[in-house]
């Protein structure tokens, strides 16, 4: 299974970006996909995901202003972030959930005050 992940960027405080992330190969049933972020000092961390019944699970702190939704024809995920702050600023990877755990190579997005 490949990911390549898209859409990352430098945008300043308070503006959007959207990121999306396409699997490709061997793929079978897609049970979640979602996004995580690995930020300055901070560990590895959920962003969002959304489940085969396009259940969403959201960080606190992208609640209110992100949105995960997909596109099953295409199996791409994608994640709407809105209201950007300099907090959000790291490398997101997608991950794949399908007869294992695949990960994306990761987008830079960074966010300036």
């Known amino acids: 299974v490949q990911l390549q992940a898209s859409g990352g960027g430098l945008v300043q405080a308070g503006e959007s970006l959207k990121l999306s992330c396409a699997a490709s190969g061997n793929i079978f049933t897609i049970n979640v996909m979602g996004w995580y972020r690995q930020t300055p000092g901070k560990q590895h961390e959920l962003v969002a995901t959304i489940s085969r019944d396009n259940r969403t699970d959201y960080s606190e702190s992208a609640k209110g202003r992100f949105t995960i939704s997909r596109d099953k024809t295409k199996n791409t995920v994608y994640l709407q972030m809105n209201r950007l702050k300099s907090e959000d600023t790291g490398l997101y990877y997608c991950?794949?959930?399908?007869?294992?755990?695949?990960w994306g190579r990761g987008t830079q997005v960074t966010v300036s005050s």
């Open positions: 991950l794949v959930k399908s007869g294992g755990n695949w």
